[in-house]
């Protein structure tokens, strides 16, 4: 004959052991995005010039990691103000990484010619680093600070000539 208690804790624990199974299911599925205050995910790229890119390469400098597409007006528009900041900032411990999202090596290769990019690139057509942070929608930067952590996410194109935005990233230095 049952035991009416037994079977009462038998069922707390079964109902306990399926929400959190359904707890973990649901928060695998969720889309990871980065914010502000975040660290920074890993990743490791082979940049344009043959260098393998990863986050922790950069110890002791501020990290900017744009992604962006040639497809994209704002990213297009946004180009010559970080080229200006890129050779502003190079020899300052700054580190401007543009990570593409292009599935055409020819698009890609003449928006690098058109307009002499100074900085760090690389294409990434599957999206896949983009994903990591949780980007989706062109252009979207982040400054990552010498810790590794995320200090900023622009959302958009930006002025990178931008007083403000000069006067974030110096106080980072």
């Not at 599935?103 to 994903?131: C, G, H, M, W």
Request: aromatic residues 10%; hydrophobic residues 40%; glycine residues 6%.
């Amino acid at each position: 004959m049952p035991n009416g208690k037994n079977d009462r804790i038998f069922l707390a624990i079964l109902l306990l052991s399926v929400c959190a199974l359904a707890f973990a299911v649901a928060d695998s599925l969720r889309d990871r995005v980065i914010r502000a205050g975040d660290q920074a995910p890993h990743f490791s790229l082979r940049a344009d010039n043959g260098l393998t890119i990863t986050p922790t390469e950069f110890g002791g400098k501020v990290l900017i990691v744009n992604f962006w597409a040639t497809w994209c007006p704002p990213c297009v528009q946004e180009t010559p103000s970080m080229v200006a900041f890129a050779n502003q900032y190079r020899d300052k411990g700054v580190v401007v990484l543009g990570v593409s999202v292009d599935k055409s090596q020819k698009n890609y290769d003449n928006f690098l010619r058109r307009f002499s990019i100074p900085f760090l690139t690389t294409r990434d057509p599957e999206a896949k680093v983009s994903d990591s942070f949780g980007t989706y929608v062109y252009p979207e930067s982040y400054v990552i600070n010498r810790e590794g952590k995320v200090v900023q996410k622009i959302i958009g194109g930006t002025n990178w000539t931008d007083p403000n935005l000069a006067r974030f990233v110096e106080g980072l230095l």
